[in-house]
């Protein structure tokens, strides 16, 4: 596995803070960033994001805002990949090619539109590809027969959804999981990545082997609510940062150490080539 793509929700505690947020999950270690748009009727998000929207609407927070917030972290040094994660109806009221604009201008890497059926995204994935912006697709445990067709058209990665429902944190992975993760990637060209009720490091050890990346999003989404005082006050932001990135380090213990042992294991086999060249050593 090679991607720990934590979810926050933009404006969530407030605009300064996501940014902050940002920089510390990079330098923890993330190697995508998914960037939730509030909205307030959203389809797949559970209660906790569902707070965590909540918030950032009461702060202003809005769709134009959320791509600009993207504008500031890369002047802040946010380098890797960041996904907006929103609802089509915000897209449409701003205007499908302006939102699109308005992502490639201010340096989004991706888009993740969960409500908008993959059947009825050729505009948007057309739109994406003018403006060099992948478009991100969903498939579901009940996707069945159109898994093969959306594998087929998948741009950047796919993202797999675990758990039927909304999101949130789930104490255990349905047992199917591993069947349906060997199912997509059977038929996909590009990295799956699985997310919905991740949220613990046992879990994102469990399933290291049989994808390419996690999402985690209730449960950083729930440490930035119970941090959300510290964070909002300047004097007291720097020690809730850090708890923060202690926390999320825990999370992504497991993947550095896949990450740790792929490593040595390019290594000792490149110094074993090395020596076998140099030597003229063969079988």
Do not use: W
């Amino acid at each position: 596995m090679k991607h720990f793509i934590p979810f926050i929700v933009a404006g969530d505690p407030c605009e300064e803070v996501t940014i902050d947020l940002a920089i510390a999950l990079e330098q923890a270690g993330a190697t995508i960033l998914e960037l939730g748009v509030p909205y307030s009727d959203p389809l797949a998000d559970g209660p906790i994001i569902q707070r965590a929207a909540s918030r950032a609407l009461k702060n202003g927070m809005t769709l134009t805002r959320a791509l600009e917030l993207i504008g500031r972290m890369r002047k802040k040094g946010v380098k890797i990949p960041i996904i907006v994660f929103t609802y089509y109806n915000p897209v449409l009221q701003l205007g499908e090619e302006r939102f699109f604009a308005l992502a490639q201008q201010n340096g989004a890497s991706g888009v993740l539109i969960p409500d908008l059926p993959f059947e009825e995204s050729e505009h948007m994935r057309t739109l994406g590809d003018t403006y060099d912006i992948p478009y991100i697709s969903l498939v579901a445990p009940t996707s069945h027969e159109r898994i093969a067709m959306i594998a087929s058209q998948a741009q950047s990665f796919l993202y797999c959804v675990s758990s039927l429902g909304v999101t949130g944190i789930r104490d255990s992975l349905p047992k199917q999981l591993h069947e349906f993760l060997q199912q997509v990637k059977s038929y996909s060209r590009v990295p799956i990545v699985v997310g919905f009720g991740i949220s613990t490091a046992e879990q994102v050890e469990r399933l290291q082997h049989i994808c390419d990346g996690v999402v985690i999003g209730s449960a950083i989404v729930k440490k930035i609510e119970q941090l959300q005082d510290e964070l909002n006050d300047a004097h007291t932001r720097s020690n809730a940062l850090i708890a923060f990135s202690q926390y999320v380090a825990s999370l992504i213990e497991p993947l550095k150490r896949v990450r740790k042992n792929e490593s040595e294991t390019t290594t000792e086999t490149t110094t074993e080539t090395t020596k076998t060249v140099s030597t003229g050593q063969t079988d």
